[in-house]
Each structure stands twice: as structure tokens, then as C-alpha cells.
């Protein structure tokens, strides 16, 4: 399809592991980004990857690559109430960024 | 260093104005994108400057327009503003465009 898709929400306990899946559309993207939105703010960049990698771990953060498949995924270890936001997936795709719809994430105590 | 400044953060216009946004990239950085966020739409790529030139452009009608300035800050317009360009303006900055980009905090426009 056109669009990059992401589920709408996610819902975990605190203390678990987060997965936020994401499938893109450009094969030939080269960068994949994930951006962290809390509410009324604009977009911090978590981490990104680059498509000749298979994976990328920053702390808590893991990101897998399937570009086969041409899905994306970000694991949060250890959620935390702090990582309750919006998460987006990006492509670049004809010099434009092109955003998933984003994927509220919730953090229960 | 200092972050993506925009300005204003918030502004209430009525139809049928015109506005001005404005952002200072991070020092350094010479491409600035700009990106409009509605709860409809969501994300939607506006254009993008290099250098004070437009390397790329989306799917917005022609009251949309920026540009940028030797200083890399860029501004955009919006004329003739219609209710449904109520939205959070974002815009981003980068060394060039296919490195990550940082976000400012964005200017949410009203127009009433």
C-alpha cells in the first residue's frame, strides 16, 4: 500500500516490554526513524536505522528490521509511566518524510 | 546546544488572513522541513529548504509558501487561511534531509 501503518494503540503494564510495530512502503528507503510525541509537544527523535542494519539497541530501546517483509518494530524494556505518549514510525520516501499514523502507547502502574 | 526554536507557539486567526510562521534551526544544520499535524490527516510533509533553496514540496495548494533565509531560519505563509488549516505546524531541522531531523515544539494555529 501507500500508507506506512501502525497500529492505533498499545496498552502495557509497567515494568514490561513495549512492541510497537510499524510496515512501510519504500523498499529503497535508506533511513527508518522512530519519534516519541508527549501531549502538546512537538517530536523528539528516538532512535533511527539504517536499512543494511538488522537491528540497532540504544539502552532500553531495541529496533528490528525486517526488510523483506518491510516491517519495522521498536521494543521498550522496562516501560516506565514516563514513556506513555504517541510513537511514529517515519520513511523517507521521495525526499519527503513520510509518517505512520502514530501509536498512542499507555503505561498502567 | 540549543534546539529548534519556533515562534509564535500559539496564534488564533480568522478566516480569509493571512499568517507567518517562523523557525530557527539547530546551529549547523542547513535543511529545515515543515510538517503540518491535524488529528485527521496526521502528519503531512509541507516542503523542505536547503540552503534557501526548495529541494521538495507535498500536496498543499499554493497559500501555503516558505522560505528561507542565508541564516538558515525559515519562515512559512499561509494565505487566505480557511478553517481547516487549523493545525500544529512543526517544522524540523537537519544537516541535510536523509539524517535524522530534529523537531521543534511546533506553533498551534486556530483559525476561527
Known amino acids: 500500500g501507500e500508507d506506512v501503518e501502525q497500529s492505533l494503540f498499545l496498552s502495557v503494564r509497567e515494568g514490561d516490554s513495549s512492541v510497537i510495530n510499524c510496515t512501510y512502503t519504500?523498499?529503497?528507503?535508506?533511513?527508518l526513524y522512530w519519534y516519541k510525541q508527549e501531549p502538546g509537544a512537538g517530536l523528539q527523535l528516538l532512535t533511527y536505522?539504517?536499512?543494511?542494519?538488522d537491528m540497532k539497541q540504544d539502552q532500553r530501546l531495541t529496533v528490528l528490521l525486517n526488510k523483506k517483509d518491510k516491517h519495522l518494530s521498536l521494543r521498550i524494556a522496562d516501560t516506565q509511566t514516563g514513556d506513555s505518549a504517541i510513537y511514529f514510525c517515519?520513511?523517507?520516501?521521495?525526499?519527503?518524510?513520510?509518517f505512520g499514523q502514530g501509536t498512542e502507547l499507555s503505561v498502567k502502574p | 546546544k540549543a534546539g529548534v526554536t519556533q515562534t509564535p507557539r500559539y496564534l488564533i486567526k480568522t478566516r480569509g488572513q493571512q499568517v507567518t510562521l517562523s523557525c530557527s534551526p539547530i546551529?549547523?544544520?542547513?535543511?529545515v522541513s515543515w510538517y503540518q499535524q491535524t488529528p485527521g490527516q496526521g502528519l503531512q510533509f509541507l516542503f523542505e529548504?536547503?540552503?534557501?533553496?526548495?529541494?521538495n514540496k507535498g500536496n498543499f495548494p499554493g497559500r501555503f509558501s516558505g522560505r528561507q533565509f542565508s541564516n538558515s531560519r525559515s519562515e512559512m505563509n499561509v494565505s487566505t487561511l480557511e478553517l481547516g488549516d487549523s493545525a500544529l505546524y512543526l517544522c524540523?531541522?537537519?544537516?541535510?534531509?536523509?539524517?535524522?531531523?530534529?523537531f521543534g515544539p511546533g506553533t498551534r494555529l486556530t483559525v476561527t
Open positions: 524540523a531541522s537537519s544537516l541535510t534531509f536523509t539524517y535524522e531531523q530534529y
Open positions: 519504500d523498499s529503497s528507503s535508506t533511513y
Open positions: 536505522i539504517f536499512s543494511n542494519m
Open positions: 517515519a520513511e523517507v520516501r521521495g525526499g519527503k518524510l513520510i
Open positions: 546551529s549547523g544544520h542547513r535543511s
Open positions: 529548504y536547503f540552503s534557501e533553496t526548495q529541494r
